[in-house]
Nanobody
């Protein structure tokens, strides 16, 4: 089991910045993949950025060059620094942790944090 607690969402003007935090209840070394997804009204949840195997990272094309994922292993926390925000970044952002056990994969989700970007 992994509990994820997100923070850092809010309302910001276009061009502004926000930093999201996701604190995990256990060592992130024991988590196979960890990252951020988002879901806008009427749309499917989509990958924003994540740490995959090792230290490799994946970013959605729409956020490359603007968002940066990072982590603090000592705090079991993953961050998402979001710069040059656009109205289309408005969504609920969810932290995700994927744990692989044998042939099974388990996905854990945070409660979500709202990010609203005004034009």
């Amino acid at each position: 089991q992994v509990q994820l607690v997100e923070s850092g969402g809010g309302l910001v003007q276009a061009g502004g910045s926000l930093r999201l935090s996701c604190a995990a209840s256990r060592s992130i070394f024991s988590i196979n993949a960890m990252g951020w997804y988002r879901q806008a009204p009427g749309k499917q949840r989509e990958l924003v950025a994540r740490f995959a195997s090792g230290s490799s990272t994946n970013y959605a094309d729409s956020v490359k060059g603007r968002f940066t994922i990072s982590r603090d292993n000592a705090k079991n926390t993953v961050y998402l620094q979001m710069n040059s925000l656009k109205p289309e970044d408005t969504a609920v952002y969810y932290c995700n942790a994927r744990v692989v056990g044998g042939l099974d994969e388990y996905d854990y989700w945070g409660q979500g944090t709202q990010v609203t970007v005004s034009s």
